[in-house]
């Protein structure tokens, strides 16, 4: 295992949609790469696009950092259900640091995805779980946290990233 340079804002790769894992794809030395180089940023989660690989993976430890490495390794993830009820709260991504911006998601989703052992699973998250899922979820479809935000206050946020002066 080795930690991965991640890419930064705004480098197009993190702006383009990623395709599936094939069924008999090995990704499990990326994987590895993606969690020491999520521990070692160190974050709570990691999408394959952060590090220039555009594959529908993504890897979350939410509880890491007050407690046991408990990693959840997700390989073509969707998201099958999702809340009408929202909570909002500042978001950071490793892709844009010193950049947090207030975000808006569904409170509680149901995620699908398969294990590295091939497995499917669907679990219901909520609170931070479900927040940094849908986190690392928009960045498989190309989306960032600037990408959430009104005009104005993306054009503020995203103009002070990159040193722009209004």
């Known amino acids: 295992m080795s930690v991965r340079p991640i890419l930064l804002w705004p480098d197009p790769r993190l702006s383009q949609r990623c395709e599936p894992v094939g069924a008999d794809e090995d990704v499990s030395a990326l994987i590895g790469d993606m969690l020491e180089t999520m521990y070692d940023a160190p974050g709570r989660g990691l999408a394959a696009p952060q ?4 594959k529908r993976v993504f890897v979350m430890d939410c509880g890491w950092k007050d407690g ?3 990693p ?4 073509n993830p969707e998201i099958v259900a999702a809340s009408e009820d929202v909570i909002a709260g500042e978001e950071g991504c490793l892709s844009i640091p ?4 207030d975000v808006t998601r569904p409170a509680r ?3 699908r995805w398969r294990g590295l052992d091939g497995a499917i699973v669907d679990r219901k998250l909520d609170g931070f779980e479900a927040k940094c899922a849908q986190h690392e979820y928009d960045h498989l479809e ?3 946290i600037f990408d959430h935000l009104s005009a104005e206050d993306r054009d503020r946020i995203e103009g002070a990233y990159l040193g722009r002066t209004t």
């Open 51 to 54: 590090v220039g690989v555009m």
């Open 142 to 144: 190309g989306r960032v």
């Open 68 to 70: 046991d490495m408990t």
């Open 72 to 75: 959840i390794i997700c390989i």
């Open 98 to 101: 010193n950049a947090p911006a």
């Open 109 to 111: 989703i149901t995620l």
